[in-house]
């Protein structure tokens, strides 16, 4: 059994860096056509090109509302997307007392306001086609939660809810609709958030003894959003070395 996306149309949000680009990978060497975005419209030549097979690139910025709005014209207006991976997302630390309310509408606005937009216009098409998979993109924070990571634990939950309801209300047009929840992720967001001294902390306390790599969390996309995917929906796939089970 493989992964393949072949005649596939895949959409994956913030592609550009990190766990989004890996995925992009993964589902092109699988096949896949890709749509994919970052928030900047100088990329375009460069994503088009990157990952080998045809591509078409959407520079969204989901803090703005009207380059969202545009960004979901365009959406709806596509004959047919088979995959849908909801990864943009954004996190910025700090305590209770100190999270502001753009912390809140910047957070809100890309980690949650945009999966279930994008959520709504990419299921219209997958109806027509009788044919869909959904992926958000939580976290171990949508489903455990420690001190600064309010805003963001908000929003994470908030994905998994989209994706029950959107999985019992789109199960009849065989539209499946799960979340992974990846752990610690060699990104820039993790990188930008901790130093190396913290992050071989925490290392320390994973079961698996390491930081996931974008691959770990990606394979486990794939097969979500993959054919294989015959009868799981509605779920939460924790990846994350077993941190959120010690
Ligand atoms: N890394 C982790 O440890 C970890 C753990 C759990 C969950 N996650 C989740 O996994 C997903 C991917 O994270 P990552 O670690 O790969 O992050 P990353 O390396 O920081 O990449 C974030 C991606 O989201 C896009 N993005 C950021 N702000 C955006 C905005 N305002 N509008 C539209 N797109 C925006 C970025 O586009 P630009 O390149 O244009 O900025 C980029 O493509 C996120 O949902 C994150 O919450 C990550």
Not at 81 to 109: E, F, K, P, Q, Y
């Amino acid at each position: 059994m493989t992964f393949d996306f072949s005649g596939q149309v895949v959409l994956v949000t913030g592609a550009s860096r990190g766990i989004g680009e890996q995925m992009a990978h993964d589902f092109a060497e699988c096949g896949a056509q890709l749509i994919v975005t970052s928030t900047s419209s100088d990329d375009r030549e460069e994503l088009v090109e990157r990952f080998g097979v045809p591509t078409s690139f959407y520079p969204v910025d989901f803090t703005d509302r009207a380059s969202t709005n545009a960004f979901l014209d365009q959406l709806r207006s596509i004959e047919r997307i088979d995959v849908c991976v909801n990864n943009a997302g954004t996190t910025r630390h700090g305590s209770l007392d100190a999270a502001s309310s753009d912390d809140w509408d910047v957070t809100t606005n890309v980690n949650l306001r945009a999966p279930f937009f994008v959520t709504q216009a990419v299921a219209n098409s997958m109806k027509r086609h009788g044919y869909g998979r959904i992926i958000n993109i939580s976290s171990i924070w949508g489903h455990i939660a420690m001190p600064t990571r309010s805003v963001y634990a908000a929003t994470k939950f908030g994905v998994r809810g989209i994706a029950l309801a959107a999985a019992a209300e789109l199960a009849p047009f065989n539209i499946l609709v799960n979340t992974v929840s990846p752990g610690f992720t060699l990104t820039d967001m993790v990188r930008q958030n901790y130093s190396k001294a913290e992050l071989k902390e925490i290392a320390a306390r994973i079961p698996l003894a390491r930081l996931a790599e974008p691959s770990d969390i990606s394979k486990a996309v794939l097969f979500l959003a993959s054919k294989l995917n015959t009868y799981i929906t509605g779920q939460s796939l924790l990846v994350d070395g077993g941190y959120s089970i010690v």
